[in-house]
């Protein structure tokens, strides 16, 4: 019975394929070509579940029938990548970069699996596959633990143009649910990055849902993508502002103000939210080290501070992390490479990670 199963799925696949090129070749558009061979070939048990995986990965267009691709926009604003990782990442090597792009072209990897072991278990937590330029293109998580972030879950892929920039991604956020997201970024005639817009595919809420608490029948029939916000990137100096959209309706606006040494080693950044002074982060530099001192101002106006210091071989990749805790204990997070400078292993609060790699 089973045997049968997989022939009779391999055989609709199949006839799928010729359909749509026949399709094709007729002139029938693409999205109407695709799901008219769903139609005439595939079995009932299998139609409706292709239909639907057709519809969210290959038919990405929002309520209102617009084709969502990354774009290029014509605007002085926007900001530079490296600029963004300085707000979020800090200076260089200072935050562990899992995956350098360069190392894993010129090492050649095509695919990475990562297990987690403690004193109890031992399991794959990620299994990451890359192009041959280095770029990830298929990222799958298992509650996947990125020290000191948190962890991380869901299967995620990903588009770029010919200069490596990210375009689109898609996927599940979490193993147990069949809500799918997507994330577009766009960017000016120059390259930088001018927004990020966040969608998941699930049904609208019609108009006037809102007003009371939400039943089966506020919602439209059939999912669409539907934005759920909208990050826009501007920049002044030495000053980058984001703000966020839900809509056309401004929700929040971030501005951070970086400062560099005289090496231009970025030594603070000061965070404002809608115009209040909330986080400031110094980093000192030492040989072989970088210290992180971070002072945040909570709600209620206490202030919570943060301390961490990185340590870096002669190659300048990070291979220990130390986070100073409020009782003046230690967590530390180890990493050893290999010699094509991959990460062989990470240990950290008794789990070891171990990298797993195989080439093109």
Not at 350 to 359: A, L
């Amino acid at each position: 019975m089973k045997k049968t199963r997989q022939y009779n799925l391999l055989s609709a696949l199949l006839s799928l394929f010729t359909t749509v090129r026949a399709g094709l070749t007729w002139n029938i558009p693409g999205r109407q070509a695709i799901m008219l061979a769903v139609i005439m070939t595939t079995p009932k048990s299998y139609s409706f579940l292709l239909v639907i995986s057709l519809n969210i990965f290959f038919c990405c267009r929002d309520n209102n029938g617009t084709r969502l691709v990354s774009r290029t926009i014509n605007s002085n604003q926007g900001i530079a990548i490296d600029s963004l990782n300085f707000i979020n990442d800090g200076p260089k090597d200072f935050t562990l970069e899992y995956f350098p792009v360069k190392t894993i072209r010129l090492a050649g990897v095509r695919e990475c699996l990562i297990t987690e072991q403690d004193s109890v278990s031992k399991r794959v937590a990620r299994t990451v596959q890359f192009d041959k330029n280095g770029n990830i293109i298929k990222d799958e998580n298992n509650f996947f633990s990125w020290w000191f972030e948190g962890k991380m879950r869901g299967n995620y892929n990903y588009q770029y143009d010919e200069t490596g920039r990210k375009l689109i991604m898609k996927g599940i956020s979490q193993e147990d649910t069949k809500d799918s997201v997507m994330t577009i970024w766009n960017y000016n005639s120059n390259g930088l990055l001018l927004s990020r817009d966040a969608y998941e595919f699930s049904k609208k809420l019609k108009p006037g849902g809102d007003r009371h608490l939400p039943g089966p029948n506020d919602y439209e029939k059939n999912p669409t993508w539907n934005k759920v916000q909208s990050y826009r990137f501007s920049h002044r100096a030495d000053s980058l502002t984001i703000e966020t959209f839900a809509g056309n309706k401004s929700v929040n606006k971030e501005n951070y103000q970086l400062y560099f040494d005289s090496s231009k080693k970025l030594k603070q950044v000061i965070k404002f939210e809608n115009g209040s002074l909330v986080k400031t982060t110094d980093y000192t530099f030492e040989a072989g080290s970088i210290t992180g001192y971070v002072k945040r101002k909570i709600n209620d106006g206490t202030e919570w501070t943060y301390k961490s210091k990185i340590i870096l071989n002669d190659k300048g990749n990070l291979i220990e992390k130390v986070v100073f805790e409020s009782d003046d204990s230690e967590v530390k997070m180890i990493v050893s490479y290999i010699a094509n400078g991959t990460i062989k292993t990470i240990k950290c609060n008794n789990t070891i990670q171990e990298f797993q790699y195989s080439y093109y």
